[in-house]
Each structure stands twice: as structure tokens, then as C-alpha cells.
């Protein structure tokens, strides 16, 4: 069976909460938004531990390596393809400034015989909880939802589609 592990950032800003997510890159994802972001996360094999396999993937899906801190273990949610992912989350003010994913190459346009590369993700973003839930993967939204009871938030929505939070 096929697993990833990915880290969810969080932050607070006044009293909502934001989630940093990518976006992958690639022309199948060029012009599609909700329902496409996803945390950065990627495959491990069996005899690498998912938090240090998600730490290894942060570094490869941001360009940059992931916070120190102490991470809260989410859980593991399997995802419509059967996939595993290990979620781990981490409060952090992470600076976006020098996002830049690792490349992959496929033939493109199909059947063309023409290689290209794109980036594995080709937007970061700080989003508010409530706009990631509607961005992110649909197999990836309990992931949100386990990050919301962790920190006990009200995922009602207030004014301007955010997340109240109920962290103080």
C-alpha cells in the first residue's frame, strides 16, 4: 500500500487561524483551484519513519527546511485511492518568501514525444482554515477537521469566511 506524510503549518492571525498549503504544479493542475491544494506531503517507503519522511518531503515541496518544533501527530487518513497519509502539524510562522519546489519532468503535450519539466507544486499560500477547506483535496479535508479539534476551534464562520479560533 502506497503512504505519504506531510506537515500542516498553522498560525494565528487576530482570532483565524490559517493553514499552509501548496498547489501542484504541472499542466493537468494549471486551471483548477477548489479541491486541488494540498499540505505539503510526499511518498516514504516502509523503513522510514512518517515524521522524518515528512520533514524530508517539506524541504522538497517548499525549497526550505521544515520549522524545529514540537509536532503533533494528526493521524493517518486514507484517501480515495487507498493511499495512507501521516499528517503531522506544527504552529509556525513560516516565511514563504523563498518557495520553490523541486522539479519533475513528463512528456508534454501527450503522445508529443517531448519532454518538459514543471515544479511539483507551483504556488504556496497561507490560507484561512475555512477557504482550505474548500481548496484542499477532498480526500485530505479530515486532515483540516483533525487540525481543528486538536486545537479546538469553532469552525463556524465569522465575517470574511474565517475560521473563529478558540486558541486563547
Do not use: C
Amino acid at each position: 500500500m502506497k503512504q505519504s506524510a506531510g506537515i500542516l503549518l498553522y498560525r494565528t492571525i487576530g482570532r483565524s487561524v490559517e493553514v499552509l498549503l501548496v498547489h501542484p504544479g504541472g499542466p493537468f493542475w494549471v486551471k483548477k483551484d477548489l479541491g486541488a491544494w494540498s499540505i505539503p506531503k510526499g511518498e516514504f517507503e516502509s523503513d522510514e519513519k512518517p515524521q522524518a519522511a515528512a520533514q524530508r518531503e517539506f524541504m522538497e515541496e517548499i525549497g526550505s527546511p521544515p520549522p524545529k518544533g514540537d509536532y503533533t501527530a494528526l493521524g493517518k487518513f486514507k484517501q480515495p485511492s487507498g493511499k495512507l497519509v501521516y499528517a503531522f502539524a506544527l504552529r509556525s510562522d513560516f516565511n514563504l518568501e523563498h518557495f520553490h519546489s523541486e522539479m519533475f519532468e513528463m512528456e508534454w503535450p501527450p503522445r508529443s514525444g517531448q519532454k518538459q519539466e514543471f515544479p511539483e507544486n507551483d504556488k504556496a499560500a497561507w490560507l484561512p482554515l475555512t477557504t482550505a477547506l474548500q481548496k484542499i483535496v477532498r480526500g485530505q479535508i479530515p486532515v483540516l477537521t483533525a487540525l481543528a479539534e486538536t486545537l479546538q476551534l469553532d469552525l463556524t464562520t465569522a465575517e470574511g469566511g474565517q475560521a473563529q479560533a478558540s486558541l486563547f
